[in-house]
């Protein structure tokens, strides 16, 4: 996260994603089927899922746990999607509100929605669900959008749907992973599942999703439907005014949809050139297609499966750092996840070496890697300083719950700066050949898995260099830079 009027569908074909080498599919996915109906009247949505857990598990569960996001922009909520810096940005027009209603759960003994913050869905269910068993639910529910430059909500030019549904906690040893909404950063830890998704909006908007989507109208209404393998997330944008550029990056074609901007060429030409030099340094491109929307955002843009938004309020060369670094998130979240809430690092840090990296391949764009890491050292050591002088000391470890930082200027400065460093000086200590021996594993390894910070370095310590000692020193804080 962060950093025309001619409108055209695109390919109108059902899409999932080809697993290349490297990219194994788990035997069996999860999956969602949601059928879901907008009405921009009323700001609601409308919805039937029914979600099919695969126990891969070691362990019986008689209780699944979904997360409730939609509930962080209800009236009330201990933990706000927005902070009070991006607050006047984000809520255009004023307090606005939403959440997401849960109307019934079938195929389970009880329900109820708890945690600390009403973000957690509990499901007892009628029998445990056994190692390599499997489960069905079907739920229905509401979500009101809130008036907001967001992740979700109804913004100032288009709607943002992401996360609109209740999403299965990811599991571990330590049970069910549960995150409350974070105003820094991304609190989202989703494992790779198989989607259709059903979408009817009225017949003025236009959506835009991950993947291409198949396109019926009938009665006044649009409705797309969309089948997605192996991704983490199903995302759409509406609009009524979106125009589209194109391109190839190799064999896979990229679109920039956008409602604002003079120069989308730029911003398009960022997005293939970085898929196509991320597709050669870190492995094949997992997805059949890749997608750009300009969106209206509070902050620099955000990334899903298959698909990324880059905030309207950009400027052009701020566009082109944002669509890179989104991009290099198709590799660092959508293909190999990571727990986003407990372990930002992993994935923001890495995207913004990537960022990098792709800049010094790329000198026509204008930034350079020794530019880039030099300015995210001298904002790090200013951060340490100005920590010091308030604090008396500066925490500067990395793996720890987003709601433990104080703000955006501790999570910027931990998770991309420090992220950004870290991966520079791993390059510089142990050589490009190994370095990139090693990112390449890491993406080989755990595409469409989730990996631990145990998991990364084990991928560079197999590539031929003993890495704990040096990610230690980073991620624990005990490093001087």
């Not at 913004?155 to 040893?173: I, K, M, R, T, W």
């Not at 530019?371 to 470890?397: I, N, P, W």
């Not at 145990?454 to 005990?478: K, L, N, Q």
Request: charged content about 20%; some cysteine; proline content about 3%.
């Amino acid at each position: 996260m962060k950093k025309a009027v001619c409108v055209v569908l695109g390919a109108v074909v059902l899409a999932g994603a080809i697993p290349l080498a490297g990219c194994a599919k788990r035997e069996t996915n999860d999956t969602y089927e949601i059928s879901a109906e907008y009405f921009p009247e009323t700001r609601k949505l409308s919805a039937q899922m029914t979600f099919t857990y695969f126990n891969d598990t070691d362990n019986a569960h008689s209780e699944l746990r979904f997360q409730l996001y939609p509930n962080a922009y209800r009236e009330g909520a201990s933990h706000a999607p927005v902070s009070e810096l991006y607050r006047p940005s984000a809520y255009y027009a004023g307090e606005s509100y939403g959440g997401i209603e849960i109307s019934s759960v079938e195929g389970a003994a009880a329900w109820e929605v708890c945690g600390e913050d009403e973000n957690i869905l509990s499901v007892t269910l009628a029998d445990p669900v056994y190692p390599d068993a499997a489960v069905s639910l079907s739920m229905t529910f509401e979500v009101t959008l809130a008036l907001v430059n967001h992740r979700l909500g109804v913004g100032e030019n288009a709607v943002n749907l992401s996360y609109f549904y209740p999403v299965l906690c990811a599991y571990s040893d330590e049970g069910w992973k549960e995150c409350v909404y974070a105003a820094a950063g991304d609190p989202f830890a989703c494992e790779c599942a198989d989607y259709t998704v059903e979408l009817t909006v009225p017949q003025e908007l236009t959506a835009i999703c991950g993947g291409d989507a198949v396109l019926a109208q009938e009665g006044g209404k649009k409705t797309y439907t969309v089948i997605s393998e192996n991704v983490r997330d199903c995302v759409f944008f509406l609009g009524e005014r979106f125009s589209v550029v194109k391109a190839y990056a190799g064999e896979v074609p990229v679109e920039y949809y956008y409602f604002d901007d003079d120069d989308p060429q730029t911003a398009l030409s960022a997005a293939a050139d970085s898929l196509a030099f991320f597709s050669e340094t870190f492995g094949d491109y997992a997805y059949p297609s890749y997608k750009l929307v300009q969106a209206d955002l509070c902050y620099g843009g955000m990334e899903y499966s298959m698909i990324a938004s880059v905030s309207s309020d950009l400027q052009s060369d701020a566009v082109v750092r944002a669509t890179v670094h989104e991009t290099a998130h198709q590799w660092w979240y959508a293909a190999v996840g990571n727990d986003q809430f407990r372990h930002a690092w992993m994935d923001e840090g890495l995207a913004e070496f990537s960022c990098a990296l792709f800049f010094e391949a790329y000198p026509q764009y204008g930034l350079s890697r020794q530019e880039l890491v030099a300015s995210a050292e001298k904002a790090y050591r200013s951060y340490f300083s100005v920590m010091q002088q308030l604090h008396g000391e500066a925490d500067t470890s990395m793996s720890r719950p987003l709601t433990d930082f104080s703000g955006e200027y501790e999570y910027w400065n931990i998770a991309y700066n420090k992220g950004m460093i870290l991966f520079d000086r791993l390059r510089s200590s142990v050589g490009e050949k190994k370095f990139l021996a090693g990112l390449r594993g890491y993406y080989d390894s755990f595409c469409f898995r989730m990996a631990s910070p145990e998991d990364m370095i084990a991928c560079f310590s197999r590539a031929g260099t003993d890495t704990e000692g040096f990610f230690a020193s980073f991620v624990d804080g005990a490093c001087v830079i």
